[in-house]
């Protein structure tokens, strides 16, 4: 949308509102109408509503340190429910067009990177704890030196790093790159499909649904990913009733024989504040944690701007009207995600869909944050869906996430080389931690051997000593006997 429609949604002159709802939310003030509003609403479920089934997937694949999964049908509920309550919370308390749900990206650090290294409860926690710190950085002010301490581009880098993690783990989960056992005496450790080559209806089914998603993305068709899992997913079960498959993997895809069920509750609560400390060395700790801040705090502040400047609604200075109250209830829908086991929710960019729909105030949330409630009594429709059809989501995803890479000064070393290690590490070692502590050091360093030590924020200085011991952590503890 210009500037110019923009500024043209305004009235020239604010109209008192027509009913209490209307004063409340502003409607008409910002050139808004219910209809669009309602409109919009909707557009942002559907465009979002992938998470419903995609949250449940990536969480529901991984183990803990025990070998523990978390169940689909509660995992359902409660992503669910934290969607619910937080962007209808949002609506009320920020008053912005802005859904909240579990995010992608930190859901992947939970499941594949905390999760190994701990109990679910322990791992749940630390995500609890990274809600409260954000919440408190809010409170306190401090979230400006923490935003200002990280340079923009090693930002960029770690969603572009992010990204190419999710779309690996899209392609692995799918079947579609599988790792070559060590008994093969090779050095290559992936290969295409099972053995070198894609067989399978599965795999069909997953190759197919990446065509039809990235058509629909390039088609720019709101709800492209939604359509595509669901799509994909009467295909699978099609298929599935027709062909002798031996194994969809963790989800077969079949009719279920009910459509509606009750929510089922039982990881709500389910976490330990500080469990975790004794599962795992306390540096390790304070890294998955300030990972998780790192992620979850500048992927809210990008989106609420992105999301605030679409709507028309900057202020003359460029500020984002009831920051403060918009940043603190995105903390604390981290919270809520960790004592649910949904893991961090926060602000969704497709929320995007809703402002292109009209949507101009948080009266949409509510449409929103309704339609996930109605949800809440569908599991067993969400659970049918193969990893074959969401995973193309992921690929998806991580396209989108991809995108940021062209903002990043390739030509500038001191920026290029830590950014290409923070992506490269991230898929390669397949941790997020890795890929961040790599880039942060390298930049530490490149700044420090151009003489320009002076420029790298105390901040930063502070964390990559955390990331030098994290690495160096065996040797270490073997100069102390500590085993």
Not at 91 to 98: D, I
Request: overall charge negative.
């Amino acid at each position: 949308m210009s500037d110019a429609q923009k500024v043209a949604d305004r009235p020239a002159v604010e109209p008192p509102g027509a009913n209490s709802v209307d004063r409340f939310f502003k409607i008409s003030a910002r050139g808004s109408t219910f209809a669009r509003e309602i409109r919009g609403g909707f557009a942002t479920f559907f465009t979002m509503a992938y998470i419903l089934v995609l949250n449940p997937i990536i969480l529901g694949s991984a183990k803990d340190k025990y070998g523990h999964t978390l169940d689909g049908a509660e995992l359902v509920t409660a992503t669910a429910l934290v969607a619910a309550v937080m962007t209808i919370i949002m609506g009320v308390g920020g008053n912005l067009p802005l859904a909240l749900a579990a995010g992608l990206g930190l859901n992947a650090v939970v499941a594949f990177q905390i999760a190994p290294l701990m109990s679910w409860s322990d791992a749940m926690g630390l995500v609890v704890l990274e809600g409260l710190l954000i919440c408190v950085l809010v409170v306190t002010g401090l979230r400006e030196a923490v935003m200002h301490a990280i340079p923009q581009p090693l930002k960029q880098a770690i969603s572009v790093g992010i990204g190419l993690f999710i779309a690996f783990i899209g392609f692995v989960d799918a079947g579609f790159v599988t790792r070559i056992p060590d008994i093969a005496n090779t050095t290559v450790p992936v290969q295409l499909g099972a053995g070198g080559a894609l067989s399978g209806w599965p795999i069909l089914v997953f190759c197919a649904g990446v065509l039809l998603t990235v058509a629909l993305l390039a088609r720019k068709v709101k709800g492209a990913i939604l359509i595509s899992i669901l799509t994909m997913t009467v295909v699978a079960i099609v298929i599935n009733s027709v062909a002798d498959i031996k194994s969809w993997g963790l989800t077969t895809p079949k009719v279920p024989d009910d459509i509606v069920a009750a929510p089922e509750f039982g990881l709500i609560g389910d976490f330990s504040l500080f469990g975790s400390f004794g599962e795992t060395t306390v540096i390790t700790v304070v890294l998955l944690i300030f990972t998780l801040l790192l992620s979850d705090f500048f992927d809210t502040m990008g989106t609420v701007v992105g999301i605030t400047a679409e709507a028309g609604l900057l202020d003359e200075e460029g500020k984002v009207p009831n920051l403060g109250r918009v940043l603190l209830i995105d903390g604390a829908a981290a919270v809520a995600g960790g004592a649910s086991s949904s893991s961090s929710a926060t602000s969704y960019i497709e929320s995007a869909a809703g402002v292109g729909e009209g949507a101009r105030t948080g009266l949409s949330n509510l449409i929103t944050g309704g339609l996930f409630a109605v949800a809440l009594f569908l599991t067993p429709l969400l659970t049918i869906v193969p990893m074959q059809a969401a995973a193309p989501a992921l690929v998806a995803v991580g396209f989108l996430m991809m995108t940021q890479v062209k903002n990043i000064d390739w030509d500038k070393y001191e920026i290029a080389i830590p950014a290409f290690l923070t992506i490269a590490v991230m898929p390669f070692t397949y941790s997020i931690t890795n890929g961040i502590g790599a880039g942060f050091l390298a930049f530490v360093l490149i700044k420090t051997v151009l003489g320009k030590a002076k420029e790298i924020h105390w901040l930063l200085w502070a964390t990559s000593a955390l990331f030098l011991v994290y690495f160096a952590i065996n040797p270490i503890q073997q100069l102390f006997g500590v085993k």
